[in-house]
Structures are given as C-alpha cells and as structure tokens.
C-alpha cells in the first residue's frame, strides 16, 4: 500500500474544498495586545492587529496574572511532575478547583488540562455510569461535547438547536424512568446567540433530566462575578455539572466542571481523560487562579468589554455590513462562502494587516461561512475605523454581499 498516497489524498480533498487550515504564526506583544508579529515562511516580519482571539478581555497579559504566573515558576517551578495521583496534586491546582467551586456556587469543582478534555472526559463518564442513560444534545454543540457524547457509548438524541419545543417532544417520547441528560451551551460562539437555559433546566425538572452547561464562552464575561450566563440569570444553582475553560476569558489554559461533591468525586475516580494525563502546570494554575480572582471582584473589562462589542456591531452595521444580529460580545460578519471568506481573510492580512480567520465547515454549516470579530477592552476606536475601512474595501474588491 501507498501510505503517503493516502494521506495526500486526503488532504487534496480539502483543498479541493477550501477547507484546508493554513495556520498564522503570531508572536503577541505582551502590553501591547490586540497588536502581534507575524512571522512569514519566508522569514519576513509584519505588523498585524488581532480581531479574532478568545482572550475576549485580555487578562492573558494582566498584571496580576502574569505576575502570580512569575512568582508560580520561581516557587514551584514549571511543570506538574505527575497525573494528580502520582504527586500532582499541587497546591496551585487544589486552590484553583476552591476559587472555581465558590464561582459557581457548587460543592466542588475540577480542573482538567483543556475546555476539550472536560467536556470529553466528563460527558463519557456519566453516560458509562448512568444504566441506560440517554443524552439530548443540541445540535450546535461544540466539538468537545460531541466526541464526549460519543465516547459515552450510550444513546443520543440531537435537539434542534435552542428549541424548546423539539428538546420537550423528545423528552415525552422516552420512558419517565429513563436516566436522561440534557447538553447545551449559554453562549453560542458562532452565532452569538444565548440558549434558554431557564426553559431547558424547568423541562429537566418535568421529565427528571440532569443538566449539563458549557458556559466557555461566558465564564469571566458574565454574571456579577463572571460566573456565566447562568449566574447572569440566576440559574446556577439548577444547572447539574457546569463546564468552562480557563483559556478563553481567563487568558490562562485548562479546563473544568463544578457540581455536587458525589458527581465530581465520580469524574474524578473514573475518567480516563481526567486520571491518566499530567497534572495542568502550577504555573499556568496560579495564572489562571490570580485571573478567576481578579474577574470575580472586577466589573470594569466586562463592561468595557460590552461597549467594544455594541461599539462595533454598530459601526459595522452603518456601513451595510451583513453583521448576524448577535446578542453577545461575538461579532460574525457573513461572507456564505468557503473560498470568498478565504480570500477575504488573506487580503485583511496581507493587504491591512488584519488578521481574521477565515470561519468554515465543519465549524459552522456550509454557505453560511463568515468572519468571526471578537472585539476586546483593547480594540479602540481608531482600530475600529481601521478595520471597518479595511472591511468596507475588501467587500468592494471581492464583490461580497452587503447586509439585506
Ligand atoms: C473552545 C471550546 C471548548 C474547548 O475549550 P478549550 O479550553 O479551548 O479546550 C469547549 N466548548 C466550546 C463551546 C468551545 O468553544
């Protein structure tokens, strides 16, 4: 057999579908966010400014992270040494799971090395411990959630997204004694739309589902004390297991849940994607741990952070662009092509040096490709001009279709 055959082909197949990642290499400057270097195959340098990163307030060069991140490393020094049982249980990781408990009001919380493993991790376990479990699952779901549904073996049903009404007539047609979970996310990345969370967590309740929350785009965004659109709402206490990462808003890396002390304690003895990996660094725990602390006292980057996002939407809106009509802090801008968005987004970066990548199928459905903004605290008012120009040109060059 031709093996290199084979993985050639597969990766003609994507090119032939402009599906194909091609990876920016940036160096952010540290102070200096939104603005980056990028570096060049060639080995050339460029000036670019960020429109697309999940560090949606910065806080990956706050002072107050980046100083508990030096002083982590000159206590502790870099690395775990260890999964959590063999001696990787550092100190840095057990105060952080404390923090993240009490932000969501919950008995216990726990850490994992990514968003991805803990939505994996923790959606596998409980449906290989729950007999007979089935999972509702909304079809937007990210990812993670997918693989984690998945991996649990067990049966799923897709819900149409956000709708009440499908999620309830699949909920009648199981039996009453059937365990049932019910999977969704506050916050909508692509979209930027917010689940009902509150009509979700009642028809719990009526047919006897646990609830399960992916809050990865709301943690540190939302809620007095950026414990989520659920805490925003107050609905934390009706959510079951609530799941967030600390690399996004946090700026940091890792991920975790919160829940009762039995269903962490579960997850904790029986996922695999939990036990059997390194501990997250006590570095990157300290930083993510002084980031969790400072949003949870600080409402300035949230409020900053929602003007940014109105500010923008609205200038780009004035200018007839086709921005989907959001109720978050998630500007998409609709392209509905895979290879006009790639073209689009090459020209912002090699023609204005904006770097927005290019948002495609699988990540979201075909013909509804688009650019995904995510303005920051940081993005000011002359880079909004800068990059609303830039967008008004590129939209002219390429002929793209203007707001309805
Ligand atoms: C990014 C993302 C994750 C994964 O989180 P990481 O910490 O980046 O691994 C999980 N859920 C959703 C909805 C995400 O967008």
Same mark, same amino acid.
């Given at each position: 057999?031709?093996?290199?055959?084979?993985?050639?082909?597969?990766?003609?197949?994507?090119?032939? %579908?402009?599906?194909?990642?091609?990876?920016?290499?940036?160096? /952010? *400057? $540290? &102070?200096?966010?939104?603005?980056?270097? =990028? +570096?060049?195959?060639?080995?050339?340098?460029?000036?670019?400014?960020?429109?697309?990163?999940?560090?949606?307030?910065?806080?990956?060069?706050?002072?107050?992270?980046?100083?508990?991140?030096?002083?982590?490393?000159?206590?502790?020094?870099?690395?775990?040494?260890?999964?959590?049982?063999?001696?990787?249980?550092?100190?840095?990781?057990?105060?952080?799971?404390?923090?993240?408990?009490?932000?969501?009001?919950?008995?216990?919380?726990?850490?994992?090395?990514?968003?991805?493993?803990?939505?994996?991790?923790?959606?596998?376990?409980?449906?290989?411990?729950?007999?007979?479990?089935?999972?509702?699952?909304? %079809?937007?779901?990210?990812?993670?959630?997918?693989?984690?549904? /998945? *991996? $649990? &073996?067990?049966?799923?049903?897709?819900? =149409? +997204?956000?709708?009440?009404?499908?999620?309830?007539?699949?909920?009648?047609?199981?039996?009453?004694?059937?365990?049932?979970?019910?999977?969704?996310?506050?916050?909508?990345?692509?979209?930027?739309?917010?689940?009902?969370?509150?009509?979700?967590?009642?028809?719990?309740?009526?047919?006897?589902?646990?609830?399960?929350?992916?809050?990865?785009?709301?943690?540190?965004?939302?809620?007095?004390?950026?414990?989520?659109?659920?805490?925003?709402?107050?609905?934390?206490?009706?959510?079951?297991?609530?799941?967030?990462?600390?690399?996004?808003?946090?700026?940091?890396?890792?991920?975790?849940?919160?829940?009762?002390?039995?269903?962490?304690?579960?997850?904790?003895?029986?996922?695999?994607?939990?036990?059997?990996?390194?501990?997250?660094?006590?570095?990157?725990?300290?930083?993510?741990?002084?980031?969790?602390?400072?949003?949870?006292?600080?409402?300035?980057?949230?409020?900053?952070?929602?003007?940014?996002?109105?500010?923008?939407?609205?200038l780009l809106t004035e200018a007839g662009m086709p921005v989907l009509p959001s109720v978050t802090h998630i500007v998409p801008v609709m392209v509905y092509d895979a290879e006009l968005c790639k073209q689009a987004s090459d020209m912002l970066l090699e023609d204005y040096g904006i770097y927005l990548q290019p948002i495609n199928y699988p990540t979201v459905p075909r013909g509804s490709e688009r650019l995904r903004i995510t303005p920051t605290p940081f993005h000011n008012d002359a880079m909004m001009a800068e990059l609303v120009g830039a967008l008004k040109d590129v939209w002219n060059r390429l002929n793209l279709r203007q707001a309805a």
């Amino acid at each position: 057999m031709d093996y290199d055959q084979v993985f050639e082909q597969a990766l003609l197949s994507l090119k032939e %579908e402009n599906r194909y990642r091609v990876f920016t290499e940036l160096g /952010r *400057h $540290a &102070g200096e966010f939104p603005k980056a270097t =990028r +570096h060049l195959p060639n080995g050339q340098e460029q000036d670019v400014t960020i429109w697309c990163s999940n560090d949606y307030l910065g806080m990956g060069q706050h002072p107050d992270v980046l100083n508990a991140i030096k002083a982590a490393a000159d206590k502790y020094g870099a690395g775990a040494g260890g999964t959590r049982n063999i001696s990787g249980n550092t100190h840095m990781i057990c105060e952080l799971e404390r923090e993240l408990a009490d932000l969501h009001g919950k008995e216990s919380a726990l850490v994992f090395t990514s968003g991805f493993v803990s939505n994996d991790a923790t959606l596998s376990t409980l449906g290989k411990l729950l007999p007979g479990c089935v999972i509702l699952s909304d %079809e937007l779901n990210h990812a993670s959630m997918i693989d984690g549904v /998945r *991996h $649990a &073996g067990c049966e799923k049903i897709i819900f =149409r +997204h956000n709708d009440v009404r499908d999620l309830e007539d699949k909920l009648k047609s199981l039996d009453p004694n059937q365990a049932k979970i019910i999977a969704f996310e506050s916050v909508y990345s692509m979209d930027g739309d917010i689940s009902p969370i509150k009509e979700f967590c009642d028809l719990a309740d009526e047919y006897g589902a646990l609830t399960y929350l992916d809050e990865v785009h709301a943690v540190g965004l939302y809620g007095p004390r950026g414990g989520g659109v659920a805490e925003r709402e107050g609905l934390m206490d009706r959510i079951t297991i609530m799941e967030g990462t600390l690399g996004k808003a946090f700026g940091v890396v890792g991920g975790f849940i919160t829940s009762t002390s039995n269903i962490v304690d579960a997850i904790r003895s029986y996922a695999s994607g939990f036990i059997f990996t390194t501990t997250l660094s006590p570095v990157m725990s300290a930083g993510a741990l002084a980031s969790v602390r400072h949003l949870k006292l600080s409402q300035i980057e949230r409020e900053q952070h929602q003007e940014r996002a109105a500010t923008l939407k609205k200038l780009l809106t004035e200018a007839g662009m086709p921005v989907l009509p959001s109720v978050t802090h998630i500007v998409p801008v609709m392209v509905y092509d895979a290879e006009l968005c790639k073209q689009a987004s090459d020209m912002l970066l090699e023609d204005y040096g904006i770097y927005l990548q290019p948002i495609n199928y699988p990540t979201v459905p075909r013909g509804s490709e688009r650019l995904r903004i995510t303005p920051t605290p940081f993005h000011n008012d002359a880079m909004m001009a800068e990059l609303v120009g830039a967008l008004k040109d590129v939209w002219n060059r390429l002929n793209l279709r203007q707001a309805a």
